[in-house]
């Protein structure tokens, strides 16, 4: 199984880092395919640019066995849909199957996605579960976790795409926007992300 995680990683934090590595060691993924995205379709773009936010990646997931940046979206012209992403991902990997990771606070929004009705044939959906979360319970994605929603790791497995699991991960309430009025603030980054990250934050005076 193929992990796919995007966002636009502006920058990348512990709060990412963290849920990442325990699904992929405890979902046992062959890897997590790591996507920044280049052109947000329902947000602001991005402070650092697209190969700052690439180092930054790189060098917070750099030794890590099973986790790879993947540039698809990066060198993809207009707004960057995972749906599209999910199907050059898929033509790849054949009927491998392919798990999009997202947070809880991503899935109650997913039905604002492009064409977020095909995701789930292109990929099963495994969302990061705090402690303290609850799942939507009226609406069109309570509706889909009623159809889709599985409960173990074998019904993932035997499938190629089209199920959903809720699968909780350390909570680490530590967010990108708060990283940066951190640093606007004059505060210091350590413990929140790689020392390696906050190096580069540092060399190319981001977010200030």
Not at 33 to 50: G, L, T
Not at 133 to 147: F, I, K, M, V
Request: charged share 25%; glycine share 6%; with cysteine.
């Amino acid at each position: 199984m193929i992990g796919v995680f995007g966002g636009t990683f502006d920058p990348v934090h512990f709060g990412h880092l963290r849920p990442a590595l325990e699904v992929l060691q405890g979902l046992q993924l062959q890897e997590i395919r790591w996507i920044p995205c280049h052109q947000p379709p329902h947000r602001e773009m991005p402070v650092a640019d697209s190969s700052l936010r690439v180092e930054m990646l790189e060098i917070a997931i750099k030794n890590v066995d099973g986790m790879h940046v993947d540039t698809r979206e990066i060198e993809r012209e207009g707004p960057s849909y995972m749906v599209d992403t999910l199907k050059s991902l898929r033509e790849e990997a054949g009927d491998t199957p392919l798990c999009l990771l997202m947070g809880m606070d991503a899935f109650c929004g997913l039905d604002r996605w492009h064409k977020w009705q095909e995701i789930m044939e292109l990929s099963h959906l495994i969302v990061m579960q705090r402690p303290d979360s609850n799942e939507p319970e009226t609406g069109e994605l309570a509706e889909l976790l009623s159809r889709h929603k599985c409960e173990n790791i074998e019904q993932i497995v035997s499938e190629k795409a089209g199920r959903i699991l809720f699968y909780q991960v350390t909570q680490m309430d530590i967010s990108a926007s708060q990283i940066r009025k951190t640093l606007r603030e004059g505060k210091s980054l350590r413990y929140l992300m790689p020392d390696k990250v906050i190096d580069i934050i540092e060399r190319e005076g981001l977010y200030v």
